[in-house]
T-cell receptor, first 111, second 115 residues
Framework: DAKTTQPNSMESNEEEPVHLPCNHS???????IHWYRQLPSQGPEYVIH???SNVNNRMASLAIAEDRKSSTLILHRATLRDAAVYYC????????????FGTGTRLQVFP | KAGVTQTPRYLIKTRGQQVTLSCSPI?????VSWYQQTPGQGLQFLFE???????NKGNFPGRFSGRQFSNSRSEMNVSTLELGDSALYLC??????????????FGPGTRLTVT
């Protein structure tokens, strides 16, 4: 199974941009990159996913390196509600029906 | 639309007993996945069902089993409970979209404590 590597923790101040990195050097050509986050006392929630091109949605942006060996989740303006554990996950081929979670990055946001 | 619901939310069982957890997916979602979350091992994939068939399975012993009904509701069963089975059990449902990629919607989980 392709693996991802993320920093254990990161800190940010409210209303500042946050760049959460993820390394996935063994990614295969058909693996999609998914990001989920888990707020305290809740189940994980989907944030964004992509294959090769950068992606934007209402929650965040996903920047994917040209060689696809790394990606960065960008929160444009962090809020206190964004404090969570962020997981970078590679799907096994085409289907995202089996998510292999790593240890994730715990993001702290300070007022 | 109602989210994924899991029952019960909390459960206390004794070693050696068995337990059944229930998950109701979002209406229209046909795929249901189960995950175990513990402080030591993090989030681990248990199995995934689609149209009443187990399509994917994680690396858990046979004591962990599941099934899915025709209305997509799913149950997971753990027999002969061990102390190490104490965990948060999360259910997620999803709908297949174009290209086969779809997001998973997680429920709040069932907190199982084995004493």
């Amino acid at each position: 199974d392709a693996k991802t590597t993320q920093p254990n923790s990161m800190e940010s101040n409210e209303e500042e941009p946050v760049h959460l990195p993820c390394n996935h050097s063994t990614i295969s050509g058909t693996d999609y990159i998914h990001w989920y986050r888990q707020l305290p006392s809740q189940g994980p929630e989907y944030v964004i996913h992509g294959l090769t091109s950068n992606v934007n949605n209402r929650m965040a942006s996903l920047a994917i390196a040209e060689d696809r060996k790394s990606s960065t989740l960008i929160l444009h303006r962090a809020t206190l509600r964004d404090a969570a554990v962020y997981y970078c996950i590679l799907s096994l081929g085409e289907w995202a029906d089996k998510l292999i979670f790593g240890t994730g990055t715990r993001l702290q946001v300070f007022p | 639309k109602a989210g994924v619901t899991q029952t019960p939310r909390y459960l206390i069982k004794t070693r050696g007993q068995q337990v059944t957890l229930s998950c109701s997916p979002i209406s229209g979602h046909r795929s249901v996945s189960w995950y175990q979350q513990t402080p030591g091992q993090g989030l681990q994939f248990l199995f995934e069902y689609f149209s009443e068939t187990q399509r994917n399975k994680g690396n858990f012993p046979g004591r962990f089993s599941g099934r899915q009904f025709s209305n997509s509701r799913s149950e997971m069963n753990v027999s002969t409970l061990e102390l190490g089975d104490s965990a948060l059990y999360l259910c997620a449902s999803s709908i297949q979209g174009t290209g086969g990629i779809y997001e998973q919607y997680f429920g709040p989980g069932t907190r199982l404590t084995v004493t």
